[in-house]
């Protein structure tokens, strides 16, 4: 398993020490910036042959949180996995893309309510990239504006995001799908395979912005835990949270992802994916083992 340790405890630190009843600079919080309290967990689909990649990687999954003084930048990314039968190792071009997103918040090189610039930006730069890199990925950004309280998202695929409020879910992202288990995609293949490979556009990317309130929580999630859990089990989970500590997110993160990874290997469970197949003609049951990643967010005052 793997948790955004180093990234977390900082920002609770950051955000809990402006926690207050009311914000000093006026209003009862309307005048204060917003934050998030991130942690992450998740499980390559070899955990169980003791495989974990080096950096932000659950299997070919990718994550990153990053910090500017503007916004809260965090995302996933899900490798398609089917480029290993080709040789190449779908971890490179998820864990890639992720790092060069993550960048390029960290230098400022973003719009806030402008997600999609972000993936644009990114996948320009893995299509000039001196290094030969093949692969595809789905992608879900999430962009909170510290100043203006506005979520701002771009999702492309069947990663996403679902935001919770009072134990119900108020928004949540739309799964791209050209067919049946064919998300949309960010692609780079080889010349000779060049309209052949699915490739999208970051432009085709659903992209939303909208209000969030202190005490929302965000969960932003590649596909190995929508498939294996509906939203009536994540808002179950959920129900455990009791305060916007890193230490309380980090442990929901977890129990999040167990219980996905579990059912995953259920062969007598109805999933959510298994429920899909067999709406496209298919009779599929069980799990659906995958390689999952969560990354849970609460929205809190934010002081420096």
Request: aromatic fraction near 8%.
């Amino acid at each position: 398993m793997f948790s955004v340790l180093s990234y977390g405890r900082l920002v609770a630190r950051a955000v809990l020490g402006g926690l207050s009843q009311t914000d000093p600079r006026g209003g009862g919080g309307g005048g204060c910036d917003y934050g998030l309290v991130t942690a992450g967990c998740g499980f390559g689909k070899d955990f169980r042959k003791g495989l974990l990649k080096k950096g932000a990687c659950y299997g070919d999954d990718a994550c990153f949180v990053a910090r500017h003084r503007s916004a809260d930048v965090l995302g996933v990314a899900d490798g398609v996995g089917g480029w290993r039968d080709y040789g190449v190792d779908p971890s490179q071009f998820s864990g890639t893309l992720m790092r060069t997103c993550e960048r390029l918040v960290k230098e400022g090189r973003f719009v806030p309510s402008n997600p999609i610039g972000i993936l644009t930006t990114s996948y320009c730069e893995l299509l000039q990239n001196k290094v030969p890199l093949l692969g595809s990925s789905t992608a879900c950004i999430v962009v909170l504006d510290r100043t203006s309280h506005r979520l701002h998202t771009a999702n492309l695929g069947d990663s996403g995001f679902l935001v919770v409020r009072g134990g119900e879910v108020v928004h949540r992202s739309d799964e791209q799908q050209h067919y049946f288990n064919t998300p949309f995609q960010l692609s780079i293949a080889p010349p000779e395979a060049e309209g052949v490979v699915l490739s999208d556009s970051p432009d085709a990317a659903d992209s939303t912005s909208f209000d969030v309130q202190l005490g929302d929580i965000i969960l932003t999630a590649t596909d190995g835990l929508f498939d294996n859990m509906p939203d009536y089990m994540i808002l179950q989970e959920l129900k455990k949270l009791k305060n916007p500590s890193y230490e309380s997110i980090q442990q929901t993160a977890r129990s999040i992802a167990e219980q996905a990874h579990e059912l995953a290997y259920d062969p007598n469970y109805m999933s959510p994916f298994a429920q899909f197949a067999c709406d496209n003609g298919l009779n599929v049951r069980g799990g659906k083992p995958d390689d999952i990643t969560v990354l849970l967010s609460i929205v809190a005052e934010y002081t420096d």
